[in-house]
DNA sequence: CGAATCATTGATTAGACTCAACTGAGGTGG
DNA sequence: CCACCTCAGTTGAGTCTAATCAATGATTCG
């Protein structure tokens, strides 16, 4: 298990390197620059000085590392985790490509939590000072930044929603519609996806435990509303999810 | 049961009420001006042209609401809460003299939840479309704003690991501790306090049902760690609080 | 190919929920 | 001013969901 942090594995971007850029990188309209003219893209451009590749396991940033920067992830997946007293780890997002993560931090000038590389992945790292500076002459992209922002407490209150009331199988079934919905989104299939976290993982994020998760999904197996090997899912019949949801025994 | 938007109540500053404003607030050192120096802090008085005045039970904001501005709370307290698929609430924050509200929203232009004042309160209005041109301008404030947003995000990824992975008991000391801490903060007494919120909102805060919240105080109270009349608690023994936390089972 | 990790499934238990009855405080109107 | 009503809180009994403990099977990776 790589243990060291990613942020050694830099990479400053060279002029052949261009392409690599916001100017031209296929994921923009989900990250930070939307609505920015060409002008504030190259400043953009400019910002981010640097990239980071990581391998599977290995963390963008962990709990307590002074916060100096966003990241956006360009390449592949992250989870976000808070650590409880006593090592044990709750994972608080699954982000994917176009996500933003270590938000948290800005308010301490700490990292209260970590982002782990769920596989290879690689991250646009956004200096937050330089954002900030940014910010203030590009009004685009300081209205992104709240955007970012706020759209990540929006998320995490739906999150307490789902924590705080509600059942196992609700849980589940909006897990597994939540991952379709996105990846949808990102224009790959919404019934067939590869979970790329683990059952103890899926069980911390949704405040389970892993047997739970397992029961849960061999069930809605059973039940005709989805196929499961693995980490493979098929959903088979999303309006049955769907129902599991609102409607309440 | 007041039913109207508490916005219709609102209150625009005149001359004579310069007192009320930023720059001679009391809660300024933990509110967004903090730090602000004294040129910016006259903008920010020009910022502020609204204040609202809320009787219990109104709301600041509902779900669905344009989102136009936060507010910052001047005099009582609110609770924030969500709305599941079908009606029922779930309180996803307790906020007191100098806190934030309204930071969901910003992202998807609406309101995501809805702010319930608690007793009767008085809030700042933060125009968000102002507040982000002063913060083009005023670099404290920008950043300021940027901590407040952060350590939202912050706050609700505690509240995920306490929803996640704690028991009933630890739930509820550290919903108690929690707002002993708050009301040290603000100069008030860190063991006698009076509970604003009844035993259903603060069992929806914490994932609980309100009977389990009241055996729980009850328990506590059989085991001389606090004393609890109705809403007002007196603890008296915070050491053993935090063991409850730390210490498992 | 073997070790290690991850996942499934079963049996049992514990903790929180549900349902229900009762108490007390606050507010209203006769 | 007191009787009544309502709402908030407490407490008890029984139930049920998800956790725990445990054994086995499947994958992945070096």
Do not use: W
Request: charged share 30%; net charge neutral.
């Amino acid at each position: 298990m790589a243990t060291h942090s990613g942020l050694h594995n830099f990479a400053p971007i060279s002029i052949g390197e261009i392409r690599a850029r916001c100017s031209s990188c296929s994921v923009r309209e989900l990250c930070l620059p939307v609505g920015v003219d060409r002008e504030g893209l190259d400043q953009i451009n400019a910002l981010v000085a640097e990239r980071v590749q990581l391998k599977k396991g290995e963390r963008l940033y962990r709990t307590g590392d002074p916060f100096k920067a966003l990241h956006a992830i360009r390449v592949g997946s992250c989870k976000t985790a808070v650590l409880g007293e006593r090592g044990h780890e709750q994972v608080a997002g699954y982000h994917m490509v176009g996500d933003i993560v270590g938000m948290d931090g800005i308010g301490t000038d700490r990292h209260g939590g970590e982002a782990v590389a769920l596989e290879d992945t690689e991250a646009c790292v956004l200096p937050f000072d330089r954002l900030e500076e940014l910010a203030r002459d590009v009004v685009p992209l300081q209205h992104n930044l709240h955007k970012v922002l706020s759209t990540e407490i929006a998320r995490e209150q739906d999150l307490m929603l789902l924590l705080g009331s509600m059942r196992a199988e609700e849980r589940v079934a909006v897990f597994l519609l939540n991952l379709s919905k996105r990846y949808q989104e990102r224009g790959y299939s919404a019934t067939k996806f590869v979970l790329r976290l683990s059952r103890a993982e899926i069980g911390s994020y949704l405040g389970l435990k892993l047997e739970t998760v397992s029961r849960l999904l061999s069930r809605f197996q059973d039940e005709r509303l989805l196929r499961v090997r693995g980490r493979a899912i098929e959903l088979l019949d999303v309006l049955a999810l769907e129902r599991l949801i609102t409607r309440r025994s």
